[in-house]
């Protein structure tokens, strides 16, 4: 039961006063659109407009074959564009777009071009500048990423980000587009960033850049939230009409009395799901509410209001309603579509700019209307109102519905020579993009229903319609950036979502196949009666190991290397062993002296010191006799790999001698990467190593494998020594804490556990660069890589 909580605004008089906004603005638009006072200043402003934008056909006849237009991959297509010398000017119209959308500048402003120049000027770098060795940049990575945040101080905050991002997108229910959430918050993130670069001075210091980034990062993830968790949410078919109605509930009265009610009981199916949505929300609530600046505190929850009820009160429409008047169908989007940047700023508890203010106010419903536009038939199907799918279906008995479209074009024309005041740039970038608009439309539904789109939300006159349509079919150079990267981040996001997926039933299938072929045969001993060595090693391998060195080999011998599968079976089962004797020798009292192995007792604690230290010797030695099992490979291959094992064998001896050595004693840094390397990197290493030498792989990507292991291996045993510390006892399978207990050196105890997050990441980085330089498909080792730093157990 909630405790009444006292509102700290007037919602009603607050709506009320920007609903009387939006009707004047939208009073003016209907009075442009009725009498046609827009078409001759746009018929000028196109034919001005496209003698830029519209070449003679000779002139592309000499362009031919100059680079690749090709728009779909992302890198090839910035390296087109910077060959054709075009990279600026795209750069330029794009980031200018920005800067008009997001952050409410006026173009005409030197201030403002000249962050316009320098922004482009780092961007191109970004984007074109190659490493040393000639490869590719990838400059929205999570290494590229990564870098950049490093660069600003910000790392812990860029790894506490995609934490975030990786819990949301575990909790988006199915029958929500998780790609296009994790998107849409990446976006508000960026936006609220920009927006708090733009509030910086050039003169800041590093230590307070670093400060203002974290808050903004937080703030922005702390918004965006929103997106997935309210707006997209309530628009599905998530939770039930009595769900959705106490969940709206509830984000009216956090918004009202600046206080998050506790949940209560839930009626319905998705407690789970809102109880996480409940504590997300309410701690980002809480961090922006304790980041208001006192003065501005109000005017936040007053526009936060203001964009929640208007998403309400539009998302309350049904379409099978046929009175609804162009006031009822306008005035919320003009709300919505406002409010949703106004708040950015508000978030941020930045400084006063009514002009600015006003730009953004008026500009939403431009954007709102060309998204509406663009997404009218996937509404439709939804049943969604908005003001194109309400005109679809009455325009035909409602002869006094305004034509949406027709109110986007009044729309563009109000902007360009009544609020920037008939700018040349802004006129520039504001055809381009409404003529882009149009081109991906046209694309993405092909000719025959394009021509049928624009025939039903034909309006004006003949003579501006037939000059549109001329722009859409001869206009080059209206391209933008965001929305090149908003397609590659889809495509990357859904790709990888694919890769994930086919990576855990990979894990998984390979797992049970090995775990099927690790037992060892039992044989009677004529005295004795039993074989307690072989028991004990069965003890060992029933475990639950996660068995990665073994998938990893199976992984890069059958389809990296696409040797055969029954041919590598003995590599498998030895890599197992020598893993396991690994941990027996590990777990002893004289050494690690660990209780739980694998979810169940050690060894030692189940027999006794002495089975455990030759089960040990035993495995070690069934390891090196499954490797002689590999007849079907040439047995110089097959020698050579021996050798390299028992080198490994030895290597990885002497590691965990220099861990024994190294209790209680302050290394270094340089000491705790070669003690990880040769305590887990090595095995890793052997993984990889193996399958390509028995398929006499190169010497050069030999190197690139081991370097890559290297480094894989330190970032998998940091983020086993941060489990020991913070992990989940019950996943993890053994107790927490042994590191401390027995006074091992670890980097959580040498640097502490924020420094060694950071450590791990920069391993994690250096190994992606060394799969550079692997000619065989890594993609599998990518995700592998991801796991080893992501997981919990």
């Excluded at 659109?33 to 000028?44: C, F, N, R, W």
Aim: with cysteine; glycine share 4%.
């Amino acid at each position: 039961m909630n405790i009444y909580l006292k509102p700290i605004i007037n919602p009603d008089e607050c709506y009320r006063e920007a609903e009387q906004k939006a009707a004047q603005y939208f009073n003016k638009l209907t009075v442009q659109a009725t009498e046609k006072s827009y078409i001759p200043v746009l018929t000028d402003d196109i034919k001005t407009w496209k003698s830029d934008h519209v070449h003679h056909p000779m002139l592309s006849l000499f362009t031919l074959g100059k680079g690749k237009d090709d728009s779909k991959n992302f890198n090839h297509y910035i390296q087109y564009l910077n060959y054709r010398g075009k990279l600026d000017s795209y750069l330029n119209r794009s980031i200018s777009y920005i800067f008009l959308r997001d952050l409410g500048k006026s173009l005409d402003s030197p201030n403002t071009q000249t962050r316009i120049h320098s922004v482009v000027s780092s961007l191109k770098d970004q984007l074109t500048n190659s490493k040393p060795d000639g490869e590719e940049a990838e400059a929205f990575s999570m290494v590229g990423l990564y870098r950049m945040a490093k660069k600003d101080g910000v790392e812990l905050t860029y790894i506490w980000l995609l934490n975030k991002l990786k819990q949301v997108s575990n909790h988006i229910p199915k029958g929500m587009d998780a790609e296009h959430a994790q998107r849409k918050l990446i976006k508000i993130i960026a936006g609220v960033i920009m927006q708090e670069n733009e509030e910086m001075d050039s003169d800041i210091s590093s230590d307070e850049r670093a400060a203002r980034l974290d808050k903004a990062i937080r703030l922005g993830y702390s918004y965006g939230l929103t997106y997935p968790f309210i707006d997209d949410l309530l628009d599905a078919t998530i939770l039930s009409d009595e769900e959705e109605k106490q969940y709206a509930n509830l984000i009216r009265t956090t918004l009202t009395t600046g206080k998050v009610p506790k949940l209560g009981e839930w009626l319905g199916e998705n407690e789970e799901l809102i109880t996480y949505v409940h504590q997300e929300l309410g701690e980002a609530f809480q961090y922006i509410e304790q980041n208001q600046h006192p003065e501005r505190r109000n005017k936040f929850f007053e526009q936060a209001y203001v964009f929640f009820h208007s998403q309400e009160v539009d998302r309350e429409k049904n379409l099978m309603n046929s009175h609804y008047t162009n006031e009822e169908l306008y005035i919320p989007v003009i709300l919505k579509a406002s409010s949703s940047r106004l708040i950015v700023r508000s978030v941020l508890s930045a400084s006063d700019d009514k002009e600015m203010d006003n730009r953004t106010f008026y500009y939403g419903i431009y954007n709102q209307l060309s998204d509406d536009f663009a997404d009218m038939f996937e509404d439709m199907k939804d049943g969604a109102v908005t003001p194109y799918t309400y005109y679809l279906k009455y325009h035909g008995t409602r002869p006094d519905l305004i034509n949406p479209f027709e109110l986007y074009w009044t729309v563009i024309s109000n902007l360009i020579h009544n609020i920037y005041g008939s700018d040349e740039k802004t006129r520039e970038v504001i055809l381009d993009r409404a003529i882009n608009g149009l081109k991906r439309l046209k694309k993405r539904v092909g000719t025959n229903k394009y021509k049928e789109i624009m025939s039903l939300f034909r309006f004006g006159n003949p003579r501006f319609n037939k000059l549109l349509q001329e722009m859409v079919r001869k206009a080059a150079d209206v391209d933008f950036f965001d929305k090149l990267l908003r397609d590659h981040m889809i495509t990357v996001l859904k790709n990888e979502s694919k890769e994930r997926e086919d990576f855990s039933n990979t894990i998984k299938t390979v797992r049970n196949e090995i775990n099927q072929i690790l037992a060892i045969p039992l044989t009677e001993s004529s005295s004795f009666g039993r074989d307690s060595i072989a028991e004990a090693a069965n003890y060992s391998l029933e475990g639950d190991g996660k068995r990665l060195r073994p998938i990893v080999t199976w992984f890069m011998s059958v389809k990296v290397y696409e040797l055969d599968e029954t041919a590598i079976m003995p590599l498998l089962k030895s890599l197992e062993y020598l893993h396991t004797a690994s941990l027996l020798f590990d777990d002893l009292p004289a050494q690690d002296n660990a209780a739980m192995r694998r979810g169940r007792p050690t060894l030692h604690e189940v027999y006794n010191v002495a089975i455990s230290e030759l089960t040990g010797l035993f495995l070690t030695q069934k390891a090196i006799w499954e490797q002689t099992k590999l007849n079907q490979f040439d047995s110089k291959t097959v020698l050579q790999m021996i050798q390299y094992s028992s080198q490994t064998i030895a290597d990885m001896c002497k590691g965990q001698a220099m861990d024994l050595e190294s209790k209680g004693k302050p290394l270094s840094r340089d000491q705790l990467n070669t003690l990880c390397f040769y305590k887990t990197g090595i095995g890793f290493e052997a993984a990889l190593v193996m399958p390509a030498l028995l398929a006499n792989a190169k010497e050069e990507e030999i190197i690139a494998l081991k370097r890559f292991a290297r480094f894989a291996g330190i970032a998998f045993q940091i983020k086993d020594d941060l489990l020991d510390v913070e992990g989940d006892a019950m996943l993890l399978g053994k107790d927490l804490g042994k590191d401390a207990e027995n006074n091992n050196s670890t980097f959580v105890s040498i640097l502490g556990q924020e420094a060694a997050t950071i450590e791990m990441w920069e391993n994690y980085c250096l190994a992606m660069d060394a799969l550079q330089h692997v000619s065989k498909d890594t993609t599998f080792l990518k995700h592998f890589l991801n796991y080893l730093i992501n997981r919990e157990q």
